[in-house]
């Protein structure tokens, strides 16, 4: 089989939850990867916008297949190289349930978080406000209640639903601190992903350098 070619910078959440993935499947040597970075508007560049006219990373290139949705890209890594079901699960009512929690971050929690963190980097967003953080809660709230009756976000079972998840969560909570009064599930959760023997390289290594840069911009 030809090496995946994986277009990302460790800064942007949706490319770490692909990376968390990669390390969860233990596919690392699979996939060649191809540093754009952000910061330097390298994905502007004519190259990479023919690549992907969205100008976004992650992009996740297999000999002719180009996938530009990180929520795309985990899902197709799991069926390429998932063992039984491992991460995406076969059975179809579970699988539609890490299918459902994958939306709910593409569609809520991720936009939320760069309605924010965007506008706090361009400038947009001096200082964030409670009218700021408020949707963010919300979907926190909703989170909570996926975790009420499951250790992880779509059933008992770690499943690639939780990688894109913990990716966004732990950038967002720079900005919307998480309460372990009000988010009790979630707060444990959390801390299971964070003790996963691949979180630190495929999550908080990027996180810390964004939040570098986060910090540098909230500071000015």
Known sequence: MSKLELFYDSVSPPVRGVLLTIAALGINDQVDLKLVRLFAREHLLEDFVKLNPLHTVPVLR????????????????CDMFGQ??????????????????LCFNNAVLFQRDS?????????????VEDHHLKPIQDA??????????????????LTVADFPI?????????VCPISKDRWPKMTAWFETMQKLPYYQQANQAGLDKLKEKLFEVMKK
Request: net charge negative.
């Open 62 to 77: 297999h000999d002719d297949l180009v996938l530009t949705d990180s929520h795309a890209i985990v899902m197709y890594l």
């Open 84 to 101: 039984d079901g491992d991460f995406s699960l076969n059975d179809p009512k579970q699988r539609a349930r890490v299918h459902n929690r």
């Open 115 to 127: 309605a924010v963190l965007r506008n706090v980097f361009n400038r947009s967003i001096v200082t």
């Open 140 to 157: 926190y709230d909703c989170l909570e209640v996926y975790l009420t009756n499951n250790k992880f976000v779509a059933c008992d079972k």
């Open 166 to 174: 913990v990716a966004t969560l732990s950038t967002v909570e720079n």
